[in-house]
């Protein structure tokens, strides 16, 4: 069974920075997309970064700049660096990888095919 295993959350000041990790058990990463979503109390679940299969990287319009999505495809494993972290980035933040290979990066949650448990991530 796939198995994917988020870490890295904490509660950080404002202006602070966190790396999230996310492992992936019984999953081969290389050529697989895979991304990050969060969701915040009362909120939706939204789409944050994302790698695709053919390498190409995206993310949410307004973190650019201050979010940096990349893969460790010999060890499975999807990074999230956070930087200059504010008060609205508090969240749930979900590691999710689809079972497909290839294919462009992209934040749409339907066209992924496993979901982690999460790691709460809180900016004060």
């Known amino acids: 069974d796939v198995q994917l295993v988020e870490s890295g959350g904490g509660s950080v000041q404002a202006g602070g920075s966190l790396r999230l990790s996310c492992a992936a058990s019984g999953y081969s990463s290389d050529r697989r997309r895979m991304g990050w979503f969060r969701q915040a109390p009362g909120k939706g679940r939204e789409g944050v970064a994302a790698?695709?299969?053919?390498?190409?990287?995206g993310y949410r319009d307004a973190l650019k700049g201050r979010f940096t999505v990349f893969k460790d495809n010999a060890n499975n494993i999807l990074y999230l660096e956070m930087i200059d972290l504010k008060p609205e980035d508090t969240a749930m933040y979900y590691c999710a990888a689809s079972s497909r290979e290839g294919g462009s990066w992209t934040l749409v949650q339907g066209l992924y095919d496993y979901w982690g448990q999460g790691t709460q991530v809180t900016v004060s």
């Open positions: 790698i695709g299969g053919d390498g190409s990287t």
